[in-house]
């Protein structure tokens, strides 16, 4: 029965911990000048440094055995054959079939979904072509300079923060726009200066029936009939959707809308028809090479050993400080400003597929699941967060992201900004003791009393673990294989908490409370009987003030 065996493997992991506990991580490296060599994964040029670890070989033999237990090597081989692992929605998670470049048949039930991929990739790059030639146009003949995706959750994050990420790979003179909140600033804000007869919609919606993203886009179609006739809402709006019926229903003409399927999860749908717009902005070429990097991840994914495999460590490790030392959040700080938006998007990876109290068969989970996932781009954190980092009474583990190499910025820049990452999770680790502090303090000339008051305020505790993820720079193939880390890294966690990591029924009641309020929000004239009595305070308060009273 594995749940015994995931128990006695996190036993074992707890007794260790008081075994290892003593010895901090600079003690592992005195102890062993090549850790760096032993304790490092390698996919190309891609190097994840996991030395900066509150771990030895034995740690890693107890994480490992922790991972056989939960029977990771089956649960692996079901992911990728195709299997409903997505047991209360009973679908595949299969977004892999989506950045197959192996020629290899990916099946659901026996019938092989690639044919129908490939027309979509195709239907998809043929569109982007047209677009950024200059051969499809708006209404009035100018060809499209703006992009607005309309979208929400995984079908904003992806798009949003992969065209951060390669704007210089963004074609010269195409701006792209990211329309999420159901707050009308968004749409209001981003539309301002934007010339509408030159500016393609796209509204991507897995299920096309999302508030948010409905109401952005019956507000922006009624901008583009208003301000260039109804006639033009067919050359300015292409959708993205598994909903054909309601996509139609909407009035988007047919050859510009894309599908995809049930079995890519919104989070995950970055690689579908969802990256339309991200398709448009860097072009067929550069799309391609982004899904490749998905590709060779799936393909070390799949057949590394877990003693070799970057995600089953990545996630090990998170297991190990959430499990056992219990850490209630862990930070991602990239040191690489166009990844501004990867710690948001990892947040709904990570939290929307992890965030669980129960386990596949519906039981409660045994141990703590996901984490708090956060971060700010590095140096920006060093002046906010960072001072909790090193001095808080919180351990956070943090994964630094730093290129080799820039794309398209100043070298001197460069270097600085590297400086800071390394500086940074070597401070972590190494911290500042009290006899340091002392020392520093007298040779600066202050007088015992003053050392005496002072020190304490200044000691850094250090021991505080990190990874760091190195690559040659930031190209489109190389975000692709950043997501696919994390995609998998938590699927593994999800696999040795035993929980679905693939749905996400904690944010229906909230929607659901939603649809029941909106009607007594914009109605004053409306009972708020049976509400709860903060509710209705405070729909009874906004009422008043508008009111005027
Ligand atoms: O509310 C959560 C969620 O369902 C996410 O899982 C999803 O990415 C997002 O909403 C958007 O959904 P859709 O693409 O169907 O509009």
Sequence with gaps: MP????ASALAALEAHRVEIGHRTIADLFAEDPNRFSRYQLRLDDLLFDYSKHRVSDATLAHLIT?????DFDHRRTALFAGEKVNLTEHRPAFHMALRNFSGRPMLIDGHDVMPDVIAMRAKVDEFASAVR??????????PFAHLVNIGIGGSDLGPAMAARALFPFIQPGMSTHFVANVDGADLAD???GLDLSRTLFIISSKTFSTQETMANARSARALVASALGEAAVADHFAAVSTKLDLVAAFGIREDRVFGFWDWVGGRYSIWSAIGLSLDVAIGPQRFAEFLLGGFDVDEHFRT????????AMMALLGVWYRNVWGYGSHAVIPYDQRLARFPAYLQQLDMESNGKSVMRSGEPVQTATAPVIWGEPG??????FFQMLHQGTDPVPVDFLVAVDPVDSDAHHHALLVANCFAQSEALMRGRSHVEVEE???KQGLSKAEIATLAPHKVFPGNRPSSTLIYRSLTPRMLGRLIALYEHKVFTQSVIWNINAFDQWGVELGKELCSRLVPLVSDAG???SGLDGSTAGLIAYRRSLQAGR
């Design 66 to 70: 922790l991972a056989r237990a939960a």
């Design 379 to 384: 140096t920006n954190g060093q002046h906010a």
């Design 526 to 528: 409306t009972s708020l």
């Design 190 to 192: 981003t539309l301002k």
């Design 304 to 311: 590394a050993p877990i003693e070799e495999n970057i995600p």
């Design 3 to 6: 749940s015994t065996r995931i």
């Design 440 to 442: 520093i303090l007298a």
């Design 133 to 142: 030639a200059g051969d499809i146009r708006g209404s009035t003949g100018a």
